[in-house]
């Protein structure tokens, strides 16, 4: 599988401040690839790195195999980016601003792929209006369809989806997901670990800076417990058996214990009934991605 | 080069979108300056021996519009462009340097030539305007409103806000173009403000731009053109040079 992102230990500092500890990670041709990270993880360091808007202090980036900066133009030809802000430049129409960014991409006579994507993003009807006129969320959809124009086979969308409203997350996945599938590269960075959990096959997470997870979402899940078991005990004390198996103990008596296969359940009761333990409450929870991003990110915390 | 076609036609159709405050409003308050001072000084003020004050004061009007508004035209686009966040809309495509310069510098120079086209060609209307050596007017139209197109450019490179363009054009741009001579002849001037007046490259452009008309000059116009030529490769190669580094563009 050939390699469309080939992040080398970057860095970036600006003064005092480190942004990116020599961050090393690579994306694959055809990937659907997340990029999970609390507010100020240097998520949007990295992906302006790769975009060119930020210059690395050390390390490399290719795109589809072109360095950033020292072959920036087919770099940046292989890329097409989603900013996070809404940015638009209220002198002009929806139309004109698609014409104009084909134009910066060297590319002439592009109507009948504008076309196409205003019809896959629903908007076609305000073609003609101005930038000024959209809502918030059309101004957004505008903005994927600029990243688009140069048909890139690396697409990068930072947080597409804050603040959107329902309807329009799913056309944008939609059209993703279909992007996608013709063998585009996704790379996404969001807030919404649901979303990332249903579309991404493979996830980072970074931390202050630092990589602290990369792995295929399926085993991400799976490393982090199948799911918890949430018990109110009393009369005895948690046998020592389980207490390998505690995630957290938020209370003195109400203990959640790591369950990895749901056969389990059994033989963990069996363990606290021999111990005298009398079972006050019971509750078994599901792992989900939100479950790894906190646990991850409190095992990474420096 | 598209990429820079296409940069340049984008920045020549947003000053034309708002034509009235871009073109037409500048060449009004010229054409104020014009006939209030010329009103006033006409009887009092002979520069050159046998021209009026208001034929003598209609290419300086010309030169400061065509600055001013070079200036304007690429500080105000990136400016604007920095605030809003529009500005990644030409960061992210694959242009260099040298094409993202010619297209803001261009664009601003067709602006501040139209305006003084405009200036001219309505003064015309008033005042009989001789030619004498037009070669001068032109090379020093064009080489003025590239230096202040570039200048501009780095204004807006460097501003953050628009107070910061506000200090920059009213501290630097301004005294420089209205200390140049443009309502009266540095030879009237006393001594040490002769030579100061020197000093400024902006007396070069309006000296040689005003010589192509009247055929006189406060200076040999070789020497202008020397002056203002090197200090157009001397901004133009610092703005290429802030371009290539990305210097507050690319962090």
Redesign the interface.
Known sequence: MSIAIDIDSVAKR?GSFTALHGVSLQVHEGEFFGLLGPNGAGKTTLI?TI?????ASAGTVRVMGHDVVAD??????A?G?V?Q?I??????TVR?TLR?????????RNDDWIDEILDGLDLASKADENMRALSGGMKRRVLVA?ALV?RPPVIVLDEPTAGVDVELRHTLWQFVRRLNEKGHTIVLTTHYLEEAQEFCGRIAMLNQGRLVALEATRELLRSFSAGRLVLRISGAPLPSPLESLVIESPERDRIALRVERYDAVEPMLATLREAGCRIEEMELLHADLEDVFVSIMKESRV | MSGFRTLLYKELLRFSKVGFQTVAAPILSALLYLLIFGHVLEDRVEVFEGVGYTSFLVPGLVMMSLLQNSFANTSSSLVQSKVTGNIVFVLLPPMSSLEIYLAYVLAAMVRGLAVAAGVLLVTTWFIDLRVAEPGWILGFALLGSAILATMGLVAGIWADKFDQMAAFQNFIIMPLTFLAGVFYSVKSLPGFWQDLSHLNPFFYMVDGFRRGFFGVSDVDPWLSLVVVGGSFGLVAAFALALLSRGYKLRY
Not at chain 1, 51 to 55: D, H, I, M
Not at chain 1, 100 to 108: A, M
């Open positions: 600006y302006s975009a060119g808007l930020v210059r920036y133009r087919a770099a940046r030809a890329l980016v900013p802000e940015v638009f430049d209220p002198f002009f004109e104009l960014t084909s134009g910066y991409y060297g590319i002439r600029q140069h």
